[in-house]
């Protein structure tokens, strides 16, 4: 989110405090380059890291580039260390929230184009994705096929059509925050999410954006992981296509 970038939204919005919530474990091999990115884009972002029980020196890292740092005390997974930054975020007032992964396959370069629909009040929820627009990314097969059929059920239940419903480099108003605050999946939250965002009334918009490869560090997802992962989130959003009463999102 740069000068250029904010420019026509600044003509007829305040400059909203943002806030990049990056949730890490064990990533500190790839956080200071993280955190420089994002403060070398814009320097008047907040740069939140949650270290998810790390047992390296993520969060010291973290810290030594510039960073502010919440440490968990035990993992809780993504989802949980992504709420405890939009917690951080709704109770310190701030207008949007960006995600952003700790392990540098987010280029921050690409802020200013996630965050235009939110600055522009044409969503609520804007979500990078890999699969629309020029397409760079290359996902090896087994991923893309499930990712397709996480993005065709998604797109089902919420009635949009949605390519990249896996990704997590995303940005939220404030009522986005408001609800992800209160009510955010925990297990591999980045699908159901977009159904409770959807629940919620939030206006949801994909953006095109590049994306890199993980450089450094090894993802937690493991094969055993990525079985339970399938499993888990196709039984809840079998279950979200059923009629659901609709989220309330309170002050």
């Known amino acids: 989110m740069n000068a250029v970038a904010l420019t026509a939204a600044e003509t007829r919005f305040e400059r909203p405090r943002c806030l990049a ?3 890490a474990f064990n990533e500190a091999e790839s956080i200071a380059e993280v955190v420089t990115e994002i403060r070398d884009v814009d320097p008047e972002i907040e740069v939140l890291v949650i270290d998810d029980g790390s047992t390296d020196a993520t969060a010291a890292v973290a810290e030594s580039a510039g960073a502010r740092v919440i440490r968990l005390p035990l993992n809780l997974g993504i989802g949980g260390a992504v709420q405890a930054g939009y917690l951080y975020a709704f109770e310190r007032g701030f207008d949007v929230a960006v995600q952003i992964d700790g392990d540098g396959q987010h280029d921050a370069q690409e ?37 397709g059929v996480f993005a065709t059920l998604v ?22 925050i408001r609800l992800f605050a209160a009510d955010y ?7 159901e999410s977009v159904v409770t965002a959807s629940r919620g009334d939030l206006r949801i918009a994909e953006v095109p954006v590049a994306m ?4 450094a560090g090894r993802s937690s997802i493991t094969t ?6 399938v499993v888990k989130v196709l039984l809840a959003l079998f279950v979200g296509l ?10």
């Open 224 to 229: 055993a992981r990525s079985f339970y992962y």
């Open 212 to 215: 890199r490869t993980r450089t």
């Open 111 to 147: 802020l200013g184009r996630l965050l235009d629909p939110i600055l522009a009040d044409r969503a609520d929820l804007a979500i990078g994705t890999r699969f629309a627009g020029p397409r760079t990314y290359r996902a090896p097969l087994a991923r893309r096929i499930g990712i």
């Open 185 to 191: 999946p925990h297990d591999y939250p980045e699908v």
């Open 155 to 176: 797109s089902l239940r919420v009635r949009q059509r949605m390519t990249d419903t896996t990704s997590g480099f995303r940005a939220v108003n404030r009522r986005g």
């Open 242 to 251: 059923f009629p659901q009463t609709p989220l309330t999102i309170e002050d």
């Open 21 to 23: 919530i990056v949730p």
